[in-house]
């Protein structure tokens, strides 16, 4: 049984990431640091700094949600496009989706020393996003206790992560949260525009009771 390219980036992840936890030097060479970037022209820093995470909790967290989303629109892009060009997509989409969630952060910091980050944050929230385009209706559950349609989690998601992002005093990137939902719902929407007339569809069939 051949793997999904979603576990096999899983399994990267978590390799990367221990070894990050092993070795400080590494840590602070991948970490994204907006200032550094800059300075040293050490661009690869969006796509490392994905590659880490801050703590055991962080990395499953961010890779247990992966693992069920990332599926989905492997899957979707798969049907859509054939094995050869919808893993190349698939990739594309995770990768760039990490890429482009940052931007947004490197332009407000790139000149804070202090200013540090990582984790896949963006790349599983595009793909969160993306899966609530592609099925809006499937459920989705808080820790086992709340379960709502994906587009009304994904609403609230996005309201909060607006909020908390204009506050900007916690600590989390909710930037990256943002432009990372934002690009998986419009990845999805180019490469298969049907999708939204569906997405639209399948809202206003939905009854709450």
């Known amino acids: ?11 990267i ?14 840590l602070n060479r991948w970490m994204f640091t ?22 055991q909790m962080h990395l499953l967290f961010n890779m247990f949600t992966f693992y069920f989303f990332g ?5 979707f892009l798969l049907y859509r496009l054939g094995k050869s060009i919808g893993l190349a997509a698939f990739l594309l989409f995770y990768i760039g989706a990490i890429v482009i969630s940052d931007l947004p952060t490197y332009l407000k910091h790139k000149e804070n020393y202090h200013y ?5 944050s963006g790349g599983v ?3 969160v996003f993306a899966s609530i385009i592609i099925m809006p209706l499937s459920d989705i559950c808080l820790f086992g206790l709340i379960c ?3 587009f009304v989690l994904g609403l609230l998601f996005l309201i909060y992560t607006i909020v908390q992002a204009k506050k900007g005093n916690d600590g989390i990137n909710h930037d990256a949260h943002l432009y990372g939902a934002l690009f998986g719902i419009a990845f999805i929407l180019i ?4 999708s939204g007339i569906h997405f639209l569809e399948q809202i206003k069939s939905f009854r709450p009771f």
């Open 71 to 75: 599926r989905v629109v492997e899957m």
């Open 116 to 120: 540090r980050a990582l984790g896949a």
């Open 191 to 194: 490469m298969s525009p049907q």
């Open 13 to 26: 992840t978590a390799l990367t990431s221990y070894q990050a936890w092993k070795k400080p030097d590494l």
């Open 1 to 11: 049984m051949d793997l999904s390219l979603t576990v096999i980036l899983i399994g």
């Open 125 to 127: 929230a595009a793909a």
């Open 34 to 55: 907006p200032f550094l970037i800059k300075k040293h022209n050490q661009w690869d820093r969006f796509v490392l700094s994905g590659l880490i995470h801050k703590d």
């Open 148 to 150: 709502l349609p994906g």
